[in-house]
């Protein structure tokens, strides 16, 4: 999907730009994933939007990672010219998750952004309309971390070695 | 009394003598074919402002599958999209066999080939019939529609349900195609293409037809891109983004066909884009009968047993393949840590799939990128300054479908 040479100058050219902001990349099945800190976040998708030519948002979602005591937000981009693709990470802490609306880029972002807002709790700074989406809007959790599990934890007729978180 | 300039689309002035009205447009309304809810400021009958409300049937899939083992998600992915649910399960499957790196043989993609562009038709017979159906041609709706219950009879014979179809296994299908789903599947192709042809004589060229749905909800390709619009409506508006084309899966590299595009994203373009996609889909279906012949005959899944479930009888009499079922069952097998993104060409554009595994049973995180979710929110925008008749087809050309929309 993705040839290596593209890989390494995104790669290079945001390592050179964005040299505090740089944490690390990896490529799991041939996926180009930046690992990046979540200041400048905005002002990178907006260099990759006009030096690089990802100006198609596939997606957007958010991802709770207890153990890191983070909750990630991945955004992932699309080169339709090219037809590249790359996927950015960054990393907020399970306190208190803020970061820039991307709104201010994409349009698409504002309902992919109070979906994230819904089940994550991160707050979008500057977005236009941040309130919940799919769920209720007197709820006051949210849902999709992973302190919520599904089923009550307090049963002892179930193992979950055997079923699972 | 209000001046007849002042009511020219886009040229609403919110003088204070002026009086709005507001307007329920659903949640449940015959004509918006699903569960939306917009609220609608009026002027007269021209629409100054929409707001939709979202997430009436929302049944939190991505948290469900947060703690459903594989095999057990497939049944979620029906109820998303439920007007194409094949195409969603092959999609997940394939997200799942690239996570667990199992090459498919050949003839079973040519089966999922066939069998996906059977249910992009059946999506698109909803989408232009109900088009029809909402501008006064109810003709065409209940005409075709016996093609559509023919597919689903087709599905039918194949996996045994017909709506919400669970069809295919993680690595291959569940089962060979029976004889009798063979010669529904020849005698619909048939009779399917001089229906669509009647179908296209009666709206394709009627100048009712066009002098309702030309310059009906236009959308720029600059506003498509920007909304992520993906799938026929980002073609009807002249981008020819398909992910069969642009990232091949499934084999469809090896398939000659077109991908039809508009040029100005109207109701009429995408109602055109949709009608040339079933042609296309009809050719696809032909070449990959052809390709289906030369392969042998009694293959229908890849050889992994640890995520196939072995027919019963040999569970019963096999030692192996009992071991296999509970291995299955239980979700014993060892599966590899990652992130995986895969997308298919649904019925309504790009249906990605993003899955974290750790290792589990289970998915660690997954998300679905339903497209209806990402491009309904451009559609206030769309019909801002239109008639109240004109977002009613808006609404329906876009074919916006309640379970992706909220998962």
């Not at chain 2, 667990?100 to 017979?125: G, T």
């Not at chain 2, 992520?228 to 002249?238: I, V």
Request: aromatic share 12%; net charge negative.
């Amino acid at each position: 999907m993705e040839s290596v040479e593209t890989e390494d100058r995104i790669v290079t050219l945001l390592k050179e730009k964005f040299a505090e902001d740089f944490i690390s990349f990896e490529t799991p099945y041939h996926f180009l994933t930046i690992h990046l800190k979540a200041e400048n976040i905005v002002a990178i998708i907006r260099f990759l939007y006009d030096n690089e030519k990802f100006q198609y948002l596939t997606t957007l979602c958010g991802i709770h990672y207890p153990e890191l005591k983070s909750i990630a937000v991945m955004y992932q981009l699309h080169n339709l010219v090219e037809n590249k693709r790359v996927r950015l990470k960054i990393f907020l802490p399970e306190g208190k998750p803020e970061v820039k609306t991307l709104t201010t880029v994409f349009p698409a972002a504002n309902w992919m952004e109070r979906e994230t807002y819904d089940f994550f709790g991160v707050t979008f700074k500057g977005h236009p309309n941040l309130k919940r989406i799919l769920n209720v809007e007197d709820m006051i959790m949210f849902p999709m971390r992973k302190e919520f599990p599904l089923e009550d934890q307090t049963r002892e007729d179930k193992n979950n070695a055997m079923f699972g978180r | 009394m209000q001046d007849v300039k002042e009511i020219v689309p886009g040229q609403v002035t919110s003088k204070e003598e002026k009086q709005y009205t507001y307007l329920n447009l659903g949640p449940t309304h015959p004509a918006t074919h699903g569960i939306f809810q917009n609220v609608l400021k009026m002027d007269g009958e021209i629409i100054v402002e929409a707001t939709p409300t979202i997430g009436y049937i929302h049944r939190a899939f991505e948290k469900l599958a947060e703690r459903r083992p594989f095999y057990q998600i497939t049944p979620l992915t029906d109820r998303m999209n439920y007007c194409s649910s094949p195409i969603n399960n092959m999609g997940w499957h394939m997200t799942v066999e690239k996570l667990l790196n199992i090459e498919i043989p050949k003839r079973v993609q040519y089966l999922r080939v066939i069998i996906m562009q059977l249910s992009r038709i059946s999506d698109h017979i909803i989408c232009n019939t109900i088009i029809g159906q909402d501008v006064g041609a109810t003709t065409g709706f209940l005409y075709l529609f016996q093609f559509r219950e023919r597919i689903y009879e087709i599905f039918e014979e194949i996996c045994g349900a017909r709506l919400t179809t669970n069809i295919g296994r993680i690595g291959g299908m569940e089962r060979n195609f029976s004889d009798k789903a063979w010669d529904k599947l020849y005698k619909w192709l048939e009779d399917f293409p001089p229906a669509l042809q009647e179908f296209s004589n009666l709206l394709e060229r009627n100048r009712i037809f066009m002098d309702r749905t030309i310059n009906c909800g236009p959308l720029s390709v600059d506003m498509a891109l920007a909304y992520s619009f993906s799938g026929p409506n980002l073609r009807a508006a002249g981008v020819d983004y398909d992910v069969r084309v642009m990232n091949p899966y499934s084999s469809y590299e090896e398939f000659d066909f077109m991908v039809p595009v508009g040029t100005q994203g109207d109701t009429y373009d995408r109602f055109m884009v949709r009608q040339n996609e079933m042609r296309e889909s009809l050719k696809i279906i032909h070449q990959a009968l052809e390709k289906v012949k030369k392969e042998p005959k009694d293959i229908y899944k890849a050889n992994v047993p640890e995520f196939v479930l072995p027919p019963k009888e040999e569970v019963y009499n096999n030692m192996e393949a009992l071991i296999y079922h509970f291995k299955n069952v239980m979700g014993e097998t060892d599966v590899p840590k990652g992130e995986v993104y895969h997308s298919v060409e649904g019925g309504n554009g790009e249906l990605g799939f993003y899955l974290i595994s750790d290792g589990g049973r289970t998915p660690y995180r997954l998300h679905f990128r339903r497209p209806c979710f990402i491009f309904y929110q451009a559609y206030p925008e769309m019909i801002k300054g239109t008639m109240l008749s004109d977002a009613i087809i808006t609404m329906s050309s876009m074919n916006v479908i309640a379970g992706e929309l909220d998962a």
